[in-house]
């Protein structure tokens, strides 16, 4: 079933600037798709359209049958994007505080709302920081307060942009592991990076982004070699397992 449907979506700044120039992508349910690409090829533009933070100029996006421009507030709620810059996206003066933002904008009843705060920092293993003010986590715990967030919404779709950016190894390690698990209780995940391999070998599809348009989408194995003609790193196949997807 296909829980994402992009027919010809185009976007254009107001300052002139293509962003997107007739994007067409189908994304199934329950899979996890990179999208890679040189700086300015789009990937965040795409993202943002998914929950409506931008609006197209031309086409459509729908989430699970029913168009963004219809329904924001349930595409927002189907849709949890996590930002590169997780600060810009923590509001509490606690960690519990900002995972329950979003639950009580949603005017839930406060049983339901500590429910899934409870849940979500689980999840992400904050619970022993609930108490703790967001300034003080490092970069890979704010990341995944950021995720936590998200999920307290109880989305279908959970999208990250350039996740692994500024953070060190166990940063990196930590967000895999939240990715591969989100993954693997049957969220769709969608990644954009820079850095294909921490997350490559989970990946069902890698798309290519160049200048506003898709130029490769297929199976990774195939075609993972092409990446560094548009201007991301080929991933080093020694990291690869020997029993990734063909």
Known sequence: MNIIEI???????ADGTVGLN???????QGSLVIIVGANGSGKTTLLRHLNGLLNPSE????????????????????????????????????????????????????EEVERRVSLALASVGLTLLADKAPHLLSGGEKRRLALAGVLAMEPKIVAFDEPFASLDDSGIRSIVAEITRLKNSGYTVIVTTH??????????????????????????????????????????????????RK
């Open 7 to 13: 027919e010809n979506l185009r976007h254009r700044f």
């Open 22 to 28: 007739g994007i067409h992508l189908t994304i199934w």
């Open 59 to 110: 086409g459509s996006v729908r989430i699970a049958g029913i168009p963004v421009s219809e329904d924001v507030r349930g595409a927002r709620q189907k849709v949890g994007l996590v930002f590169q810059e997780p600060d810009s996206q923590i509001v509490g003066e606690t960690v519990a505080a900002d995972v329950a933002f979003g639950p009580q904008n949603l005017q839930l009843d406060p």
């Open 195 to 244: 850095d294909l391999e921490p997350v490559l070998s989970q990946a069902d599809r890698l798309i290519v982004m160049q200048a506003g348009r898709v130029v490769k989408d297929g199976i990774p194995a195939q075609i993972a070699d092409a990446v560094d003609g548009f201007g991301v790193r080929k991933p080093c196949k020694c990291g690869w397992p020997t029993n990734w």
